[in-house]
């Protein structure tokens, strides 16, 4: 068997578009784990949350939900892809939306931003990946 | 044989603490690197590894290869700056190798060092290793395997 060859090179830069939230939690790990791994392949990983995905950054709301039975916590999934280095950014104006409050939001979002920055960085980046 | 937390760490090895990897300097110059087996107790049966190609270049700290298990992924960063001159075929075929051998076996990559002399020193080896680990194993809150 060939030893897998990496398809991400160091320097590449990666966005993550985040729309899944708690209705499809079962959606709601792989897309940190993807991003744990490409970062660990060096790529600048930036995940964006939005639509129902900014609901994961209420606090408490991720730690209450698993993707599969008996798994880990999607809050533990957060929280290993930040210490990874994936950089994590929550929509602001999704927010009134879906009734989160800045002071509610979990300490590991980096920047809560504009629909134009995720616009810049999806023109700007080398891949983009929608969950 | 360094033994921390059920964690065998033998103290010939040089160690980046930090990143948890070793560095085994060979007769010819080259460099076999590899996960500690704490690391493999972090980490899990590994279920794939994907090691970068031969011939890169890879700066100190960066990653030469990753590792998944069921419930973590990660990369093995180099201990030194290098060229990668080698790959495992033996783990790429059963990347829990790593697991049942790390400092046999079931090592990770072979490097070319670019300056072995000028970056060995940041590694920690014979009589330091027990404690290095011991302080990074309670940091980390881990309390054996």
């Known amino acids: 068997m060939d030893a897998a060859q990496p398809t991400a090179d160091a320097g590449k830069t990666v966005v993550i578009v985040m729309t899944s939230g708690p209705s499809t939690p079962q959606r709601c790990a792989t897309p940190f784990f993807i991003g744990m791994l490409l970062a660990s392949m060096d790529a600048e990983v930036s995940l964006f949350f939005t639509m129902e995905g900014v609901l994961l950054t209420r606090r408490g709301v991720a730690d209450r939900l698993v993707a599969a039975p008996g798994g880990k916590s999607i809050m533990r999934f957060i929280r290993e892809a930040k210490e990874a280095g994936v950089k994590l950014y929550l929509c602001r104006p999704a927010m009134p939306g879906y009734e989160i409050l800045d002071d509610e939001v979990i300490d590991e979002i980096d920047e809560v931003s504009s629909g134009g920055v995720l616009a810049e960085m999806i023109l700007s980046c080398d891949k983009v990946l929608f969950f | ?145």
């Open chain 2, 1 to 145: 044989m360094a033994i921390v937390n059920n964690c065998p760490l033998p103290d010939e090895l040089f160690y980046d603490v930090d990143s948890n990897v070793w560095a085994r300097r060979e007769a010819d110059g080259t460099v076999t690197v590899g996960m500690t087996s704490y690391a493999c107790s972090l980490a899990g049966e590994l279920v794939a590894y994907l090691p970068k190609k031969v011939g890169t270049l890879i700066e100190r700290g960066k990653s030469l290869a990753s590792v998944e298990s069921g419930k973590w992924v990660g990369p093995i960063k180099a201990p030194v700056s290098g060229e990668i001159i080698g790959i495992n075929e033996a783990v790429a075929a059963r990347p829990s190798l790593i697991n049942a051998d790390p400092y046999g076996q079931g090592w990770a990559v072979k490097m070319q060092p670019a300056d072995w002399d000028g970056e060995a020193g940041r590694l920690v080896t014979g009589s330091a290793v027990a404690a290095a680990f011991e302080t990074k194993m309670a940091a980390d809150g881990f309390v054996g395997r």
